[in-house]
């Protein structure tokens, strides 16, 4: 039996199989849980077919976390797949203008494109909560993806700034939600090379980086550590665990020059 054994779990962000969120929902349902999935725009067709190629399949939805209406409607097309709540949900969006907002132009992003990385990568994680907080089972887990924010990196920018974000919201998510019993965690991943990754202007530095310097070595091309990581936090083994970062980067964060 698996330790997301008879669990509901939505996993969102899914674009295609290099994603953490394609890993993260294969291991969940290796691991026994019923999965939904979640893309959205021109992204859905491909998330699709790789849902597709999954086994079992889990269904894809279109979520736009930046619409009301989609937040509104995501509980009732949730209990079209669901019975018994939902146990976990996994954030996994992200998005900062590449042109404008990451790539070396810190200092001349506009407010426009700031407002929208912090929308779309940040406070998103507490608008999706929210919205599925109805059906949350006491027990349940939210968790989220970032690129560790307590230090600046090459190209990341704003982007960095709204994991940074993303991070403390979590933590107000652990505070306020702690009483229904749910918990909020992040996971730090190392470098991957998804296609939100190769957005970045520069981001093969990031990889370069990490051969250098993780003590336990990286293997950018797979994210099956990081989503390991993630369903833990999802599963019953981590009952008081809350408001907290887990890096899963081979170690770099750990270690200085």
């Known amino acids: ?84 709540g939902l146990d976990g949900v996994v954030h996994s969006i992200a998005y900062a203008n590449p042109d404008t907002a990451l790539g070396g132009k810190f ?29 949350l089972n006491r027990g349940a887990g939210i968790v989220g993806l970032t690129f560790d924010a307590t230090v ?24 306020y939600l702690g009483a229904d019993g749910i918990r909020s965690n992040i996971v730090a991943a190392g470098p991957i090379d998804s296609v939100a990754k190769k957005a970045i202007p520069g981001s093969h530095t990031f990889n370069e980086i990490w051969a250098e310097r993780a003590p336990l070595g990286w293997d950018a091309a797979d994210g099956t550590a990081t989503a390991r990581a993630v369903v833990a936090l999802l599963s019953d083994w981590f009952p008081a665990t809350t408001g907290e970062i887990v890096h899963v980067d081979g170690g770099l964060h750990a270690t200085g020059a």
């Not at 929208?116 to 599925?132: F, I, P």
């Not at 600046?152 to 505070?175: F, I, N, Q």
């Open 107 to 135: 200092l001349e992003t506009g407010w426009e494109d700031v407002a929208q990385s912090l929308h779309v990568s940040a406070y998103s994680l507490k608008s999706l909560t929210m919205a599925v907080h109805p059906l």
């Open 1 to 84: 039996m698996g330790i997301l054994e008879g669990k509901n779990i939505l996993v969102t962000g899914l674009t295609m199989n290099t994603s953490i969120a394609h890993s993260v929902a294969a291991i969940a349902q290796q691991e026994g849980a019923s999965v939904v999935v979640s893309s959205m725009g021109r992204a859905m067709s491909l998330a699709k077919r790789v849902a597709g190629r999954m086994q079992p399949s889990p269904p894809v939805i279109e979520l736009d976390v930046t619409d009301p209406a989609h937040l509104e409607a995501l509980p009732e097309a949730l209990k079209e797949h669901f019975n018994g």
């Open 152 to 175: 600046s990196w090459p190209s990341y920018d704003w982007m960095g700034v709204s994991k940074s974000a993303l991070e403390s919201t979590s933590r107000y998510l652990a505070r």
